[in-house]
């Protein structure tokens, strides 16, 4: 019995520190819930999360990095000449005081290029983010399983 107790403590104590490492602050920037899609066989990826300006001047997300791929860029999805697709962009802006803004499939995100290994359901990567005003921070990004995309992405 006090095996399992210990177990038990053991695995909900991991997973609190596996939720509390997707989130960070930097200055006024609250980032959560930062998650990439497990890419089996693909050489290419996305992240996603959750950006909260706190403050009262807008912010701007104008770069990342992350060991686990050769390129990290700032993507977006819109529409041009009828013709929807995906473009990299300098910066994704923040705004004070109105809803998150929301890294998610289909819209902003930030775009893992050259992926050096497979990312795995249940493993995780660091990548690094830097804002134009609050300055640099690092999260963890969980990876999740095809069943637990955006359907299950709680922002």
């Known amino acids: 019995m006090q ?6 403590a053991s695995v909900l104590a991991l997973g ?10 930097i200055g006024d920037i ?9 890419a089996k066989g693909s050489s290419n990826s996305a992240a ?14 104008i770069s990342a990095a992350s060991p686990v791929a050769n390129a ?7 529409v041009a000449n009828g013709v929807y697709g995906m473009h990299p962009v300098h910066a994704i802006e923040v705004s004070p005081g109105a809803a998150a803004t929301i890294l ?15 990312l795995k359901a249940g493993q995780s990567f660091p990548l690094s983010l830097t804002f134009k005003n ?17 359907a299950q992405a709680s922002y």
């Open 16 to 25: 609190v520190g596996v939720a509390c490492a997707q989130n960070a602050t």
């Open 134 to 150: 609050a300055g640099k921070v690092q999260v963890e990004v969980s990876v999740r399983g095809s069943r637990q995309g955006t």
């Open 30 to 38: 609250q980032i959560g819930h930062a998650w990439a899609p497990a």
């Open 104 to 118: 998610r499939p289909g819209s902003a995100h930030v775009m893992l290029e050259g992926l050096k290994r497979p």
């Open 48 to 61: 996603y999360m959750r950006l909260v300006d706190t403050g009262t001047a807008a912010d701007e997300l």
């Open 3 to 8: 095996r399992l107790a210990l177990a038990t």
């Open 72 to 78: 990290v860029e700032l993507h977006v999805f819109d």
